[in-house]
């Protein structure tokens, strides 16, 4: 069973940035497509970014340029690099470990708590 923890959210003013960490257990992550979600209050769990087992990685337009997600293998972690941060940013984000398809990220069903993102303006 996959169990995932995510980590680093926090409070940061417009234009600032963090780095979101999530951790597996159950599961190497190298040998899994990973994806970032965010979630408000009313609101669909929305796909922010997403990273292949090769190289490739896919983002939602409004983060193109911002957000970049990566791996670190040896320490069995997958990253999302939020730079120039919005209000509009501000979210609960969750990992997935899912599957890569026709070129696009699938999630399943494996989620972890979440780590709160929130941006004042």
């Known amino acids: 069973q996959i169990q995932l923890v995510e980590s680093g959210g926090g409070l940061v003013q417009a234009g600032g940035s963090l780095r979101l960490s999530c951790a597996a257990s159950?599961?190497?992550?190298?040998?899994?497509?990973m994806g970032w979600y965010r979630q408000v209050p009313g609101k669909l769990r929305e796909l922010v970014a997403a990273i292949s087992t090769g190289p490739k990685t896919n983002y939602r337009d409004d983060v193109k340029g911002r957000f970049t997600i990566s791996r670190d293998n040896a320490k069995n972690l997958v990253y999302l690099q939020m730079n120039s941060l919005k209000p509009e940013d501000t979210a609960v984000y969750y990992c997935n470990a899912g599957s890569w398809f026709g070129g696009s990220y699938v999630r399943s069903e494996s989620w972890g708590q979440g780590t709160q993102v929130t941006v004042s303006s």
């Open positions: 159950g599961t190497t992550l190298s040998t899994r497509p």
